[in-house]
């Protein structure tokens, strides 16, 4: 995690082939560093085109975590985490499902109520509302799959990729209490739930601008220890970006964890 009171700002690259970002400007000197960026950013393009890829690579990879946890974590989650990830396809490798479960199941104790943002067939979801059974889970989606991408994450991502119907989602958590449907892109503005406070907000909307808006609202609506986490933190330029200019003139950092996500603890 760069620190952004060093080096306030970000690094921009751009080439004939792909524009990325570095997290710092020793990043942008790095040729090795480089290529990891171009490449995450062909992996991700693939991933939003293609199902048949996202089962093959994220599925499998999913598979072989979820069989190392297994080797030592409890027996019960982790068949619930089997369970909920073989029922909707997901982006969610297997130690992402399980840091968002086990977050869910820890953040439960920190009171206030708990939302995601970037829902698409619901299986975050259902970890979270397993985890925690929270007194009001809060899911919001276009449902019509992301929103206008900026130039550079064009590149990779498409306006619907990832659609899913809201009617599809409710009749998959049908059996999940408390739950809040949004439909809608997430701005910020006129959202019902404005005056509460949250324990836990996961983020998974791949894109810089989503990413902002959602800091931007949840941040100070955070109770002291609540977590915001984000999927993506280490494969999208956009995402970092986000994090890291949201965050330069607050007292927190974005942790990043060993897998693509990165947390942020409100003081
Ligand atoms: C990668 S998918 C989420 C995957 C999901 N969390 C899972 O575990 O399977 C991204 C989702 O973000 C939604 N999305 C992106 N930007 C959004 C915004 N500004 N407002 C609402 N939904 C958004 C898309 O519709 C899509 O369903």
Known sequence: MPDTKQNPGVTT?????????????ADAAIPGRRRTHRAQATVHRLFAKSRAVRR???????????????????????????KV?????????????????????????VGGIMAEVGVFQGCSAKLISLGARPDELH?????????????????S???????????AVRAYLSDQPNLHFHKGMFTG??????????????????LKEGTLSCLKFFYPRMLPGGVIVSH??????????????FLADKPERAVELPTSQAMLIKG
């Open 56 to 82: 093959l690579t994220v599925g499998t990879l999913a598979q072989v975590e979820l069989a190392i946890l297994g080797g030592h974590k409890q027996p019960g989650p982790m068949k619930l985490i089997r």
């Open 232 to 245: 993506d933190y280490s494969y999208l330029a956009g995402v970092r970006e986000a994090f890291d200019e």
């Open 139 to 155: 899911l919001f989606d276009t449902f019509e799959g992301l929103p206008d991408p900026d130039h550079a994450e064009r590149k």
């Open 85 to 109: 990830r073989s029922e909707r396809e997901s982006l969610l490798s297997g130690n992402e499902a399980f840091m968002i479960y086990s977050l869910a199941r820890t953040q439960r104790a």
């Open 157 to 167: 991502m498409r306006r619907g990729h990832y659609a899913a119907s809201l009617e």
């Open 189 to 206: 503005e006129n959202v019902s739930c404005a005056d509460r406070k949250f324990s836990l907000v996961h983020l998974d909307v791949d």
């Open 13 to 25: 690259i751009s080439d004939q082939r792909a524009t990325i970002t570095a997290a710092s400007p």
